[in-house]
C-alpha cells in the first residue's frame, strides 16, 4: 500500500518562499510528482521528478520560482516555492506513478496524497 506524509503547507505572504515536503512509502520505483488544485479550477501540473532525482520536469509558472529536489534512492520529495504569488494558492497534492520517469499528466500517476493548503495573501 503507497502512502504519503505531506507537509509545510501553510499561509505566506506575496514574495514570500515556502518549503513543501511529502515521503512516500510503498513504492520504491515510482517517480513523484506534484500537483495543485485550487478552488473552483482542474487539477494543474506542478513539477515532476524521476526515481533518482536527476530528472526534473516543471509546468512553465513554476520555472525558475520553483525547485524540487529528491535524494538518489529516496522516497521523500523537496518542494521549494519562492516569491509566492496570489495565484499561487491551493492544494498541493503529492503524487506518485509507476514507472523511473517523468509524467506531466495527472492521469498518469495511480497514488495520491491528501494534500496540503498552501494559501498566498497579503
Known amino acids: 500500500q503507497v502512502q504519503f506524509v505531506e507537509s509545510g503547507g501553510r499561509s505566506v505572504q506575496p514574495g514570500e518562499s515556502l518549503r513543501l515536503s511529502c515521503t512516500m512509502s510503498?513504492?520504491?520505483?515510482?517517480?513523484m510528482g506534484w500537483f495543485r488544485q485550487a478552488p473552483g479550477k482542474e487539477i494543474e501540473f506542478v513539477v515532476s521528478?524521476?526515481?533518482?532525482?536527476?530528472?526534473?520536469y516543471y509546468a512553465d509558472f513554476a520555472r525558475g520560482r520553483f525547485t524540487a529536489s529528491r535524494d538518489r534512492g529516496e522516497n521523500t520529495v523537496n518542494l521549494l516555492m519562492t516569491n509566492l504569488r496570489s495565484e499561487d494558492t491551493a492544494v498541493y497534492l503529492c503524487a506518485a506513478k509507476d514507472g523511473l520517469g517523468v509524467h506531466t499528466r495527472a492521469y498518469a500517476y495511480r497514488y495520491w496524497g491528501q494534500g496540503t493548503q498552501v494559501t498566498v495573501s497579503s
Open positions: 521528478i524521476n526515481v533518482v532525482g536527476d530528472s526534473v
Open positions: 510503498g513504492c520504491d520505483r515510482c517517480a
